[in-house]
């Protein structure tokens, strides 16, 4: 009943950690519903994600110029105007997206990806923290600060903890982002962890 | 900041109506992150979405076989084991699936697509709509029963209203899904809507 391209689709995309079936299927039938044209454009943007490639440095997915193609590095790690002893550890592509909109972060990141509710790191991940402390090492002796930016809750400060003990003595200073009351919040409504910690962080 | 095939992606996926930016985005850098051989199997699966066809009859997508071209019928409206006299009219491809799923409905279909909010019908809608009353006239005089499967709300019944306005003559007898309680919910925590739904449609 289900046409075979649609069913193809589901399976193919379902997968993918943000679509569930249901949403896998809405998507099939509504892309399978526009032109042929618009799904020609859709595919070809979808298989330029493959041309993108991973920072040798950072590990942020990157579009790769033939110019510098030799050093492999994005154009954040690439920069002498970013303070490169400066290292905000992220989970993922979009939580640097989020950190460069706000435009006060003036260091380098590490992309390690989503670490497990438990905090345990995956030897891929050991692998990139690793590899900047070489980097470190290398370059700068130790960092000036590295940011541990993991979410602001219990199993992110668990996570914080398993990366704080594999960078041991790879950085003047391991710090955590601020956590207080959102901007435009109200006292009234925050939650006690939200309020505790703005009482906590007073300035 | 955002590589190029990134926000190539964001752009045209955003704006599906089961997308968000935020959705796009992490959809986005998943897709980037996987292999080149994965990402090829997700274009293709996508881009072979553009091989399904609307049945010239009920018009819901369907993957056309060469053998059948002549006709440009689904295989629901192609077939003799249905009856064609009983109609039910959906708005989306995925209500013919779970309509399907319950093996209860031997007849066919007429997918007309998302009806706005106020119940107001697209002319092609009206096309559709047509198109159903002049194959009914032609084969059997009027339709044995037309179903209005919308959804169970007071929108579906405004958009209910509008299609039975438009269907006047044309069906013996022009019903809607039975209201009443869901399989397996408790009467203590039925809304109002759906226990008053339930009263009026006790059996």
Redesign the interface.
């Known amino acids: 009943?289900?046409?075979?391209?649609?069913q193809?689709?589901i399976e193919?995309?379902s997968k993918?950690?943000?679509?569930g079936p249901r949403?896998a299927?809405?998507?099939?039938?509504?892309?399978?519903?526009k032109g042929?044209a618009e799904?020609?454009?859709?595919?070809?943007?979808?298989?330029?994600?493959?041309?993108?490639t991973s920072c040798a440095e950072c590990f942020a997915?990157?579009?790769p110029h033939t110019s510098h193609a030799a050093q492999n590095l994005c154009?954040?790690c690439n920069t002498s105007d970013r303070a490169q002893n400066v290292v905000a550890i992220i989970e993922?592509?979009?939580d640097?997206?989020a950190m460069?909109g706000t435009k006060k972060f003036r260091g380098r990141y590490l992309v390690i990806g989503e670490i497990g509710r438990a905090g345990i790191l995956s030897p891929d991940q050991k692998m990139r923290i690793q590899h900047l402390k070489n980097s470190l090492v290398k370059r700068f002796g130790k960092a000036e600060e590295i940011i541990l930016a993991l979410n602001p809750s219990s199993i992110g400060d668990l996570q914080a903890e398993s990366i704080a003990k594999e960078l041991t003595g790879s950085a003047s200073r391991v710090t955590r982002l601020g956590r207080g009351l959102p901007a435009g919040g109200e006292i009234e409504f925050a939650d006690e962890d939200t309020l505790g910690g703005a009482i906590e962080n007073r300035r």
């Open positions: 009943m289900i046409p075979e391209p649609i193809r689709f193919l995309f993918l950690p943000s679509l949403q299927t809405r998507l099939a039938f509504l892309i399978a519903g042929k799904i020609r454009e859709l595919a070809a943007a979808l298989a330029s994600l493959g041309a993108l997915r990157y579009t154009s954040i993922r592509d979009t640097r997206i460069e």
